[in-house]
């Protein structure tokens, strides 16, 4: 049983995106609400995405940039507050947490699929 929750926490480790279809067929079949249903594969799969990109560019470039994520998600939280504050003059955790958190979620996609279409090409063309 442990082989098999293993195999199936690497593979969404690895595919986040196979977690987020997944968290959202469930959420959809569950809830009927495609909106809060997205929102719900966002949340839930942010970490997979972090975790991916940060294997990703170990493996690529065989060094740890694990200070390097931590500081992009504190200079989004920096700057999300600031915008946030700037906008409301009052600071809202709840929604200031959850903004964050799902900008973390397009900033780690965004550079999880440039990852992978750099790691593709580099082991095709052997740029490494």
Same mark, same amino acid.
């Given at each position: ?6 195999? /199936? %926490? &690497?593979?969404? %480790?690895? @595919?986040? @995106?196979l ?6 067929? $469930?959420?959809?079949?569950?809830? +009927? =609400?495609?909106?809060?249903? $997205?929102?719900l594969? %966002?949340?839930?799969t942010?970490?997979? !995405? /972090?975790? &991916?990109v940060?294997? $990703?560019?170990?493996?690529?470039? &065989?060094? #740890?940039? !694990?200070? @390097?994520i ?18 409301y ?5 709840? +929604?200031?947490?959850?903004?964050i958190?799902?900008? =973390?979620?397009l900033?780690? @996609? ?5 990852? #992978?279409?750099?790691?593709? !090409? #580099?082991?095709?063309?052997? /740029?490494?």
């Amino acid at each position: 049983m442990s082989n098999a929750l293993a195999w /199936i %926490v &690497a593979t969404f %480790v690895t @595919l986040p @995106l196979l977690a987020f279809y997944f968290v959202y067929i $469930i959420s959809v079949k569950t809830t +009927k =609400n495609k909106r809060r249903s $997205i929102k719900l594969a %966002v949340d839930v799969t942010t970490i997979l !995405f /972090i975790f &991916a990109v940060y294997y $990703i560019a170990y493996e690529l470039w &065989a060094f #740890s940039l !694990f200070w @390097l994520i931590l500081i992009a998600i504190l200079i989004v939280a920096i700057i999300f507050t600031i915008i946030h504050w700037k906008l409301y003059k009052d600071i809202e955790l709840k +929604k200031l947490i959850k903004g964050i958190w799902r900008l =973390n979620f397009l900033l780690f @996609l965004i550079v999880y699929f440039l990852l #992978s279409i750099y790691g593709l !090409f #580099s082991r095709i063309f052997m /740029i490494t």
